[in-house]
């Protein structure tokens, strides 16, 4: 037993060593793009996280590395307003109104790309979900249940996470800032690269979330989407509870015949 799984191990270290690294997103941007791309980081995101992106940690001032996070990393980032962050000390950067416009959020990633290889912005037609089946849609609802609900919530509302953190709700989320969520992995999320969940299993998944909002609220009780814990746990409560009213009630009748 013991050995197998050391076996087990290694086979899995081995895996991840000989692995080719991800897409490389090196050759994105022009080279314009990526001067603008430094100046403005320079002026918006080197307090925190360095001239040259190398990070900082002293007591006051923090921001991670980002050598190798990406163009996708950076579109998700600026995309969806958590940077550049406001305030320092927080747990986890909130969601802000966006700063930039997607020109300079382009110049932005073009830039952090340049600092070392890692994952590119998707292209529209890796998260364009028109042409995906009903049949892919409910696969994407089993791999959505299997990889993202235990943060997320079994109706991707959400939830919170230990430290004062939190999985956001997907509701609002776009196509685009889904799928770079699975490749960049952000906070305590893992990284779902194309080994874990291949491109067309991402898709999947943004198409059931998408068809999970656009559904109008099929009547019958919201249990708040805590999936089955709720549901038979209600079932317990209203079924039990069913019983002992019925067996009050006959019980009443019981004692009326007499
Ligand atoms: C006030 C400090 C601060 C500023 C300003 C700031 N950041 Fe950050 N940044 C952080 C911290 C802290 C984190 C890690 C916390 C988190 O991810 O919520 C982070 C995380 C990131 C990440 C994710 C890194 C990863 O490992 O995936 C990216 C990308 C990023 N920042 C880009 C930027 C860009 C681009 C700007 C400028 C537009 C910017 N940041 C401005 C503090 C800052
Ligand atoms: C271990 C917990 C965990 C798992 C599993 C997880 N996530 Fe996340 N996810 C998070 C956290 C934490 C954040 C917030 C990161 C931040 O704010 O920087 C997040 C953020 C996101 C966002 C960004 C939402 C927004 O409002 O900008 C998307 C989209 C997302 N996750 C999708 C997924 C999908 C799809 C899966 C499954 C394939 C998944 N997540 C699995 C923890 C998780």
Not at 68 to 83: D, H, K, L, N
Request: proline content about 7%; some cysteine.
């Amino acid at each position: 037993m013991l050995l197998l799984l050391i076996a087990l191990f290694v086979m899995g270290a081995l895996s991840t060593l000989l692995a080719p690294s991800q897409q490389s997103s090196a050759d994105t941007g022009t080279s314009q793009q990526v001067t603008e791309g430094k100046a403005l980081f320079t002026v918006q995101c080197s307090s925190c996280h360095g001239l040259n992106g190398e990070g900082q940690t002293t007591a006051v001032i923090q921001g991670p590395p980002l050598a190798g996070v990406g163009a996708a990393s950076v579109e998700f980032q600026v995309g969806t307003g958590r940077m550049p962050m406001s305030q320092q000390g927080v747990a986890q950067a909130p969601v802000h109104p966006v700063r930039f416009s997607p020109e300079e959020i382009a110049a932005l990633a073009a830039y952090v790309a340049t600092l070392g290889p890692g994952p590119a912005i998707p292209s529209p037609e890796e998260y364009d979900t028109s042409g995906v089946s009903e049949e892919d849609i409910a696969r994407g609802g089993e791999l959505f249940r299997t990889n993202c609900s235990a943060c997320h919530n079994f109706e991707g509302a959400g939830g919170a996470l230990p430290g004062g953190k939190y999985a956001p709700s997907l509701l609002q989320t776009s196509n685009l800032h889904i799928y770079e969520a699975m490749v960049t992995g952000p906070q305590q999320m893992p990284v779902f690269n194309d080994d874990v969940l291949r491109p067309e299993d991402k898709k999947a998944i943004i198409a059931y979330l998408n068809d999970l909002h656009s559904r109008p609220n099929q009547g019958g009780l919201n249990l708040g989407g805590l999936g089955p814990v709720s549901e038979g746990l209600w079932a317990w409560i209203i079924g039990i509870g069913g019983l002992i009213i019925f067996a009050i009630w006959i019980a009443a009748k019981g004692v009326k015949a007499k």
